[in-house]
């Protein structure tokens, strides 16, 4: 049977890179966060100081070092996650950190930068069996893919996911700080002009605001036994 391709698009926070990793691990697929992979180059840009005073990235010390940067992700540990490793270190804590969210959208809107990550990306699926989950999965990565999804939630009720995943890992931040980054973020996400985050029109709309994970993952893994009939 061949192994699709799906793509799971949306807003920050919206829930997608939790639907996309349990459904990969229920059905046997790899599972790619393409949002961790922009962090991970947003993390080196931070430590490396390619982030100049006013917040935005300098851009050619940026393009310059993009051939030094290495993305790889490590099989799923004891806590059932996969790690992203940068240049071979473990970074999976430090690009969740509010600094790095602050600072990723206007590193992702970098045209040289997404080059470099959709190809990544368009490699790593190359054989099929991958769930990514991201903003221009559809559209730009794949925009073949065999099921594509995309998901959305208010804004407030993305704010308190992220707000609840930060208190629950330690990092203790200000919820209307979280809100304003996610306002902010999804504002940045949607206007770039190199592939912004935008509904494939082939997409199916999931608003997953008032659904529980168990409701979530069996609309999700219907939608894959359809396509799986329709593409396998
Ligand atoms: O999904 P996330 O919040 O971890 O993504 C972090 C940032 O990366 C997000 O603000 C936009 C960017 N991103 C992107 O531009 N394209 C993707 N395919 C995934 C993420």
Redesign the pocket.
């Known amino acids: 049977m061949k192994k699709l391709i799906i793509a799971i698009d949306g807003y920050?926070?919206s829930g997608k890179?939790t639907m996309a990793r349990r459904l990969a691990a229920d059905i046997a697929y790899r599972y790619i966060?393409?949002?961790?992979m922009?962090?991970a180059v947003t993390l080196y840009a931070l430590e490396n100081g390619m982030i100049k005073a006013d917040g935005t990235p300098d851009i050619a010390a940026l393009k310059a070092a993009l051939p030094h940067i290495s993305i790889d992700f490590s099989p799923a540990g004891a806590d059932g996650r996969q790690h992203t490793l940068l240049n071979g270190r473990d970074v999976e804590h430090d690009i969740r950190s509010l600094r790095v969210?602050e600072h990723?959208?206007p590193v992702?809107a970098v045209p040289e930068v997404r080059h470099a990550l959709v190809a990544m990306q368009q490699a790593l699926g190359r054989e099929g069996g991958i769930v990514m989950?991201?903003?221009?999965?559809g559209t730009t990565?794949f925009p073949d893919a065999d099921l594509k999804i995309f998901v959305n939630a208010s804004a407030r009720t993305r704010a308190e996911r992220r707000y609840a995943e930060m208190q629950a890992a330690g990092t203790h931040v200000d919820f209307e700080e979280v809100l304003a980054n996610v306002t902010q973020?999804d504002h940045i996400?949607e206007t770039r002009a190199e592939s912004p985050?935008r509904r494939a029109e082939d997409a199916i709309d999931l608003d997953n605001s008032r659904m529980t994970l168990e409701e979530q993952d069996a609309w999700l893994r219907a939608r894959f036994n359809e396509a799986l009939k329709k593409h396998g």
């Open positions: 920050s926070s890179s966060d393409s949002g961790a922009y962090r969210s990723v959208s992702a989950d991201g903003r221009d999965i990565v973020r996400d985050l």
